[in-house]
């Protein structure tokens, strides 16, 4: 159950990042990052009762949409040239973004990685960063035992490398942005847009875009109800934290919402909703079975969202276009077995 701190947003930072940031993250990847499809399924369709258009970002370089933001903020981070390089934490798909970002861009970059994070991600965050500049390499820690903020935060200082964290910076919050700025111009009006919500990165830069662009358009972000701490911080005004929760969607297992994603959030973030691991499964086997694409649990949050107010609300997407993130495709294939046992 997550921990109320007390603390209510900084509403004054909801603005730090407006849409000309968004566009300019836009053009700086333009080219580099892939244009990922818009993707559609008349059975999901005619399961939900709506249009469903999904913004496949499995499709994306690493894996998932974190490359985006990693990439605009390690370019940053070259530009300014006041640190050594970088050090960023990840359970997996921050650190290949940042990985393959520090490779491309000669920057130098130290990743925190958890003992337990999923094979895959971590052998290919250690073969993106081998092609990083000298001093680049992966730390694990035990999450049971080590709070990684803390220890970024003592490692960065030891060896003057700037901190980078996958979702409360805004060069990174800008670069997830353009998930949902190409979504619009390539979908057209859409009545709803399903966000994946961990840390709040990716949906704080979608709210933001799809205010600018398509204001007629509500935001849900969807996350874990094992972790469930943006839910309830977004309902209760006041910042909720939760410790190394126990979901399957390990990209989402963020202890809070950060200082610039909370108030954005809070701002332009029209509801919040949390669905449970079992749905997870049932939105990865429709993907898997239907669509024949590769989806991991963190990366259909927000299907699994769409599909509960489908079942609950029905009314409340029933003939509406509907736009949903699948935010990464880097599933263990050793556990997929144990996803859909019986």
Same mark, same amino acid.
């Given at each position: 159950?997550?921990?109320?701190?007390?603390?209510?947003?900084?509403?004054?930072?909801?603005?730090?990042?407006?849409?000309? +940031?968004?566009?300019?993250?836009?053009?700086? =990847?333009?080219?580099?990052?892939?244009?990922?499809?818009? *993707?559609?399924?008349?059975?999901?369709?005619?399961?939900?009762?709506?249009? =469903?258009?999904?913004?496949?970002?499995?499709?994306?370089?690493?894996?998932?949409?974190?490359?985006?933001?990693?990439?605009?903020?390690?370019?940053?981070?070259?530009?300014?040239?006041?640190?050594?390089?970088?050090?960023?934490?990840?359970?997996?798909?921050?650190?290949?973004?940042?990985? %393959?970002?520090?490779? *491309?861009?000669?920057?130098?970059?130290?990743?925190? *990685?958890?003992?337990?994070?999923?094979?895959?991600?971590?052998?290919?965050?250690?073969?993106?960063?081998?092609?990083?500049?000298?001093?680049?390499?992966?730390?694990?820690?035990?999450?049971?035992?080590?709070?990684?903020?803390?220890?970024?935060?003592?490692?960065?200082?030891?060896?003057?490398?700037?901190?980078?964290?996958?979702?409360?910076?805004? +060069?990174?919050?800008?670069?997830?942005?353009?998930?949902? %700025? @190409?979504?619009?111009?390539?979908?057209?009006?859409?009545?709803?847009?399903?966000?994946?919500?961990?840390?709040?990165?990716?949906?704080?830069?979608?709210?933001?875009?799809?205010?600018?662009?398509?204001?007629?358009? &509500?935001?849900?972000?969807?996350?874990?109800?094992?972790?469930?701490?943006?839910? $309830?911080?977004?309902?209760?005004?006041?910042?909720?934290?939760? #410790?190394?929760?126990?979901?399957?969607?390990?990209?989402? #297992?963020?202890?809070? %919402?950060? #200082?610039?994603?909370?108030? /954005?959030?809070?701002?332009?973030?029209?509801? *919040? /909703?949390?669905?449970?691991?079992? @749905?997870?499964?049932?939105? /990865? #086997?429709?993907? /898997? &079975?239907? $669509?024949?694409?590769?989806?991991?649990?963190?990366?259909?949050?927000?299907?699994?969202?769409?599909?509960?107010?489908?079942?609950?609300?029905?009314?409340?997407?029933?003939?509406?276009?509907?736009?949903?993130?699948?935010?990464?495709?880097? =599933?263990?294939?050793?556990?997929?077995? +144990?996803?859909?046992?019986?």
């Amino acid at each position: 159950m997550p921990t109320d701190t007390g603390r209510p947003p900084d509403m004054s930072l909801a603005g730090a990042v407006t849409i000309d +940031d968004v566009r300019a993250a836009a053009a700086l =990847i333009d080219g580099v990052a892939h244009r990922t499809p818009v *993707m559609t399924s008349r059975h999901l369709d005619r399961l939900a009762g709506c249009e =469903i258009l999904l913004k496949c970002e499995n499709f994306q370089r690493t894996g998932s949409f974190k490359f985006r933001g990693a990439y605009c903020a390690i370019h940053g981070i070259r530009a300014r040239g006041k640190s050594r390089g970088a050090l960023a934490y990840s359970s997996g798909n921050h650190a290949q973004g940042v990985a %393959l970002a520090a490779s *491309m861009l000669g920057v130098p970059a130290v990743i925190l *990685m958890p003992v337990n994070a999923p094979r895959l991600k971590l052998e290919a965050a250690k073969n993106y960063l081998s092609k990083a500049p000298e001093g680049s390499e992966v730390v694990t820690f035990d999450p049971q035992t080590q709070i990684r903020e803390e220890l970024a935060r003592q490692m960065a200082e030891e060896r003057k490398l700037e901190l980078l964290p996958g979702y409360d910076n805004l +060069d990174v919050i800008a670069g997830q942005g353009t998930v949902a %700025l @190409e979504l619009h111009e390539e979908a057209g009006p859409l009545d709803r847009l399903y966000v994946c919500c961990g840390g709040g990165g990716l949906i704080s830069g979608c709210s933001i875009a799809t205010r600018a662009v398509a204001d007629a358009c &509500e935001v849900i972000g969807v996350e874990p109800e094992l972790g469930n701490d943006a839910v $309830m911080s977004y309902k209760t005004g006041r910042l909720h934290t939760v #410790r190394n929760p126990a979901t399957i969607a390990d990209g989402a #297992r963020t202890p809070y %919402l950060g #200082r610039y994603t909370f108030p /954005m959030v809070k701002a332009f973030v029209q509801s *919040m /909703m949390s669905v449970q691991d079992e @749905e997870l499964v049932e939105a /990865m #086997r429709l993907c /898997m &079975e239907r $669509m024949k694409i590769v989806v991991e649990p963190t990366g259909v949050l927000a299907l699994a969202g769409l599909l509960k107010d489908a079942r609950e609300s029905p009314e409340s997407v029933e003939g509406k276009r509907i736009g949903v993130t699948i935010s990464g495709g880097n =599933i263990d294939l050793a556990k997929i077995g +144990d996803y859909f046992r019986g």
